[in-house]
């Protein structure tokens, strides 16, 4: 039961953990929007992408492997010191290399010449990002320590933002600004670790034991940047940089919903690894089987109602100017559900199981679709186009993974309650959809009441339904919730 309950922490903590990573620009771009304009927030989201490739090197696959590593000796704190310092020097070597290659990049490409200190700017989310091991406290499983320092930074963000940013021509400021909001907080786990590590050099490190399964994860890690910030990039190459801004507003929604939907799984990761390394293989596949249909119960209705709504999400986003980023809204949507799938049946079920080669396969094939597709469209259909190379792109990686994974992902599906939930959409849509045409009020506060009055009759319709037809999981997690408020109350009465 204490699992259970630290379980179930982690999932809000870490919720709440990534939803701060896109809250913070959800809140503040639509002031920064409407001063910056497309042109400006375009500057900076081709910057954020392009010094994306220099921090991926950098990692070198540790993010999602050092969890991995951290999880399998977090018992034994000398072992863990060890780990830590040799994933540590591995950084060190890759961090260095990658800074090399970004200044050579910034002294020889023309492109690249006029922002020169934008980019020197946010190539400092490279170094914070090196420094930060937030690997290490996934590891060991501490998302509320993670989740309140991450918020204080933000908050801090938040007034740097509303008091610097006045003017177009302050768009280096709001660089600046996203970089301390991103990454500045890992200054602080630097500094932390040492109640969890000995900082004191170990000795007899073993670097070369961690290199194979890093280079798995660091192509893994390539293959997924590329179409996650390629059309980005590609965009920024191929198009201008309105065209980019219009591309970024309907990621950064995009992004929010999947950082939602995806929180369940991330913090399933260590446990699931604990669980395959201790021979649990029972509890590894409840808690990934529930993990599968949680996703699909919540994905599914977020990503049709974006779809429905997608005008007065951008418009409440970044304002009138943004229409052009309408479209390819509702064209990536979809990806919130596949995303979520593919993040319980590669990050968690593979991975755990030893079998990250498979998800590298995968992966790999959703960037050559990506590509492919980038550049077919984004000529002709610039933003929109890029988001239909990353839709295909990520219903590829999901349908491959489900081949490999075979049998153990099929009873799942079977045993998921299609004929309760899928009705429940049906009349979600139907109970919010007079509201599509309707204008409630001018402007940014119209959009707000539109997403307001909508957002609860779908909502409400869909876990009504569910509840009142007894879905198994959906009961379970209203019934749990209400359960563990009961509990609370009756405590502070007594």
Partial sequence: MKKQKSLKLNFIMNALLTMSSFIFPMVTFPYVSRILLAEGTGKVQFATSLISYFTMFSQLGVPTYGIRAVAGVRDDKEQLSRTVQELFIL?????????????ILLATVPRLQGEKLLYVIMSANTFLTFIGMEWLYKGLEHYTYITVRQITVKFLSLLLMFALVHQKSDYIIYGAIAVFAGAASNIFNFIHARRYIYFRPMGNWNVRRHIKPVLVFFA???????????DTVMLGFMKTDTDVGYYGAAVKIKTLLVSIVTSLGTVLLPRASYYVKTGNMEQFRIITSKALRFVMLLATPMTLYFMLFASSGIRLLSGNGYDGAIVPMILIMPTLLFIGMSNITGLQMLVPTGREKLVLYSTIAGAVIDIIINALLIPSMASSGAAIGTLVAEFVVLIIQCWFLGEEVRPIFRAMEFHKFLPALGLAVLASAWTIPMTFAEGTWGAFLKLLVSASLFF???LGF?????????????????????????????
Avoid: P, Q, W
């Fill in 91 to 103: 950084r060190l070597a890759t961090t260095a290399i990658s800074y090399t290659a970004f200044f």
């Fill in 220 to 230: 893994l890690s390539c293959a997924t940047m590329i179409y996650t910030h390629l």
């Fill in 460 to 462: 409400s319709v869909y």
């Fill in 466 to 494: 569910l509840l009142v037809t007894r879905e198994t999981l959906a009961v379970d997690i209203v019934f749990t919730t209400l359960g563990n408020l009961k509990k609370k109350l009756f405590k502070k009465r007594a």
